[in-house]
């Protein structure tokens, strides 16, 4: 069955980096699309970032405005996002879904919970 | 941008019929997609384009559009439907996701 599993969340300073993992497994990941979505403590969905199967398309949210990168790597089936000069504004629970780059979000992981926090 | 906007709360007894509405300028030009988040769980899609249902999720659960609004309904709605409903959109003009703003369903 498909399985996403998140890791690399934990407390980081404001200012300071970060990078999420994704791990798939049980679908071809390598023909799949993936996303990253967050969601702040008691806040709504908010979609952050996603990539091609192909990591030819990338695309992201406004208010990442250039902090972040998605990328992949197709022989690991991972894919990562790095996240730069954190603020505590980016403090959330960051799911890795899986769908076409303009489609439905089929599957999701459990998240990982990042806080930034001095 | 785009902006999805959903009723904050809908109330239903057990066994009577919940609507979800979603609303968003030009949403009949685009397809809607819809999730379930349960309390302290990952979101779990329960409809796509408009009105498909993914395996494994009950007839109970249906999709429709008109207009400017998308509607999910829940039909003979059971305890176990009590969540946060999501809508989403994938935004051409800016090549960006959009979830709507949710619904919390509470069973009564």
């Known amino acids: 069955q498909v399985q996403l599993v998140e890791s690399g969340g934990g407390v980081v300073q404001p200012g300071r980096s970060m990078r999420l993992y994704c791990t798939a497994s049980g679908f071809t990941f390598n023909s799949s699309g993936m996303h990253w979505v967050r969601q702040a403590p008691g806040k709504g969905l908010e979609w952050v970032a996603l990539m091609s199967y192909d990591g030819r398309l990338k695309y992201y949210a406004d208010f990442v405005k250039g902090r972040f990168t ?35 979000l089929e599957y999701w992981g459990q998240g990982t919970l990042v806080t930034v926090s001095s | 941008s785009f902006v999805l906007t959903q009723t904050p709360s809908v109330s239903v007894a057990p066994g009577k ?14 397809s809607v997609h819809w999730y379930q ?6 979101p779990v899609l329960v409809m796509y384009y ?52 949710g619904t919390k369903v509470t069973v009564l």
């Open chain 1, 70 to 104: 998605i990328s992949r790597d197709n022989s690991k089936n991972m894919v990562y996002l790095q996240m730069n000069s954190l603020s505590a504004g980016d403090t959330a629970v960051y799911f890795c879904a899986k769908g076409p780059p303009v489609g439905a």
């Open chain 2, 17 to 30: 019929t919940a609507r979800i509405a979603c609303g968003g300028d030009d949403i009949g030009t685009k």
């Open chain 2, 37 to 42: 988040q349960r309390p302290g769980q990952a």
């Open chain 2, 50 to 101: 408009d009105r498909d249902r993914p395996s494994g999720i009950p007839e109970r659960f249906s999709g429709s559009k008109s207009g400017n609004t998308a509607t999910l309904t829940i039909s003979r709605v059971e305890a176990g439907d009590e969540a946060d409903y999501y809508c989403q959109v994938w935004d051409s003009n800016s090549d960006h996701y959009v979830f709507g703003t």
